[in-house]
Structure formats: structure tokens, C-alpha cells
């Protein structure tokens, strides 16, 4: 059988392909298992700068895979919560990875992305779908809650009464949805989100290391600090970023006007 997932390097880029196309890329226990230990090698690589995550075929990622769970209803209310905590708990080192690596994450997103594919979405740093993506929270129709940070993203990003909305509700949400709620950045026809994403990886791989790590990590850090903490995190930053040859470069190439060369 194919791997559940693959992953593929281009110079700085890695990309992550969720490979169950025949299942829209549901996520089963193998995947899961896959997810959490490709994306903790990526993150300790430092020779790369942008994570792609994508699915194969049509779809992102319809959820969970329900084939999985069904396999555990006929056990004891209490073996069934031992084992989706194990579970999920487990997945979850996924999800810390991407917030906490300093590569940039970029979701590709096409077709459905529901229940732990919105949730993955959600975590990825900047998101890109075409206009045949869809957009659900889809936890209910199973009697469950969020998994996978979502219910830490979601109101940071579309905000609360919004969030709720999308989770107590599980409506579908269309591409032009998402890009007005702020989950994508980003919509484009089916056969240009391939070059749409490419793009944006290259920016960001060919970009000022330290500055772009940098500032991921402050945004990502800003929700949970006060004013005065965020102002010193940045004044150190500042300061870190300005003790680069990067830096250096980047006031050259202003002073001689011409395109800077990071990365090269």
C-alpha cells in the first residue's frame, strides 16, 4: 500500500502531501501517526524555510476517518475515552510542531477541508485555496468537540462570536467565506493555486532567515503577552535581526537601489 503521507524537498521547501485520496484524505490512525513524526523531522531541519501541507486528489481533508473510530464503539464508554485521549493527545504534537517551527506553513487547500483538515488548516501560518474549497468544523454530526487547536485558532482568527457560529452550527463554508472570515489569504482558480502557492513558498524561502523566523514567532507569541512584554520581544528582535548579514545586505541593496540578495 502507498504511504498515508509523503513528503517531498525542493531546496528550502518540504512539502507534506495527505495521501488517502480514495478515503478525501481522512485522517486514520496511521496518518496520524505519520503526521506527527514527519512534521517533528521537518521542524528540526534547518536547512528548510516553508512547509507546504496539501492533499492528494480533489480534496484536502475530510476530518476524521469514522471507518477508524467505529472500531472502538463496541468497547466500554471508559476504554473508548482512554483511547481517543491516547489518541488525540498524541496528534497534538503535530499541531504544537507547526505553531512552534520556525518554517513558515503554507496549507494548499482544494475541495473539503473539515473537522481536523479546518483545524490543520487553521494552524498552518498562511493559508491559499482554490475556489472549489470548502469549509467545515463538522464535529457535531459525530457528538464530538474540536481536536487540533481549533478551538484555539478559530477565535483568534475569524473571532469568538464567529468561531462559535462555525463550530456550534457546522455550516459549510465556501472559499469566498473563508477569504472574507480571514481562514484563507488568499483564493484562486483550481489550476493557478499550484503556481499561486509556489510563489509565495519562493518568497518566503528566498527571504531574510532570522527576520521571517523572527516575526512568525512574534506574532505567533503576541495574544498571550502584555504590551510591555510584546515591545521588549520586539526591541530584542530588532536588535538580533540588525546583527545579520542579512541586514547589512538589505540596507546595501536600498542605498544602491537594486533587489536585495537573501538566501542566495
Known amino acids: 500500500?502507498?504511504?498515508?503521507?509523503?513528503?517531498?524537498?525542493?531546496e528550502r521547501v518540504a512539502t507534506v502531501t495527505l495521501n488517502r485520496p480514495d478515503a478525501l484524505n481522512a485522517l486514520d490512525f496511521e496518518m496520524m501517526d505519520a503526521l506527527v513524526a514527519h512534521l517533528a523531522a521537518l521542524a528540526?531541519?534547518?536547512?528548510?524555510?516553508?512547509?507546504?501541507?496539501?492533499?492528494e486528489g480533489a480534496h484536502f481533508m475530510a476530518g476524521g476517518d469514522v471507518r477508524?473510530?467505529?472500531?472502538?464503539?463496541d468497547e466500554s464508554p471508559t476504554a473508548r475515552q482512554r483511547h481517543f485521549a491516547r489518541a488525540i493527545e498524541r496528534l497534538h504534537a503535530a499541531i504544537e510542531q507547526i505553531h512552534r517551527m520556525p518554517h513558515v506553513a503554507i496549507a494548499r487547500v482544494q475541495g473539503a477541508a473539515a473537522g481536523f483538515g479546518l483545524s490543520l488548516v487553521c494552524?498552518?501560518?498562511?493559508?491559499?485555496?482554490s475556489e472549489d474549497a470548502s469549509f467545515t468544523s463538522a464535529y457535531r454530526q459525530l457528538a464530538l468537540t474540536p481536536d487540533g487547536g481549533?478551538?484555539?485558532?478559530?477565535?483568534?482568527?475569524?473571532?469568538?462570536?464567529?468561531?462559535l457560529q462555525v463550530v456550534l452550527l457546522s455550516e459549510r463554508l465556501d472559499s469566498a467565506e473563508a477569504l472574507r472570515l480571514g481562514l484563507?489569504?488568499?483564493?484562486?482558480?483550481?489550476?493557478?493555486?499550484d503556481a499561486a502557492v509556489a510563489e509565495?513558498?519562493?518568497?518566503?524561502a528566498h527571504g531574510p532567515t532570522v527576520a521571517l523566523r523572527?516575526?512568525?514567532?512574534?506574532?505567533?507569541?503576541?495574544?498571550?503577552?502584555?504590551?510591555?512584554?510584546?515591545?521588549?520581544?520586539?526591541?530584542?528582535?530588532?536588535?538580533?535581526?540588525a546583527a545579520t548579514d542579512e541586514f547589512a545586505e538589505g540596507v546595501r541593496a536600498f542605498i544602491e537601489k537594486r533587489k536585495p540578495r537573501f538566501n542566495e
Open 68 to 73: 477508524a473510530f467505529a472500531q472502538h464503539i
Open 184 to 193: 484563507v489569504n488568499k483564493v484562486v482558480p483550481l489550476e493557478k493555486l
Open 200 to 204: 509565495w513558498a519562493a518568497s518566503i
Open 1 to 10: 500500500m502507498p504511504p498515508t503521507l509523503k513528503v517531498e524537498r525542493t
Open 44 to 55: 528540526a531541519d534547518e536547512s528548510l524555510r516553508v512547509i507546504v501541507v496539501r492533499g
Open 150 to 163: 481549533l478551538t484555539f485558532a478559530l477565535p483568534r482568527i475569524v473571532g469568538l462570536r464567529k468561531a
Open 123 to 129: 494552524a498552518c501560518d498562511l493559508a491559499i485555496a
Open 214 to 241: 523572527n516575526a512568525k514567532r512574534l506574532l505567533r507569541q503576541s495574544l498571550d503577552r502584555t504590551l510591555s512584554e510584546q515591545l521588549h520581544a520586539e526591541a530584542q528582535s530588532f536588535a538580533q535581526c
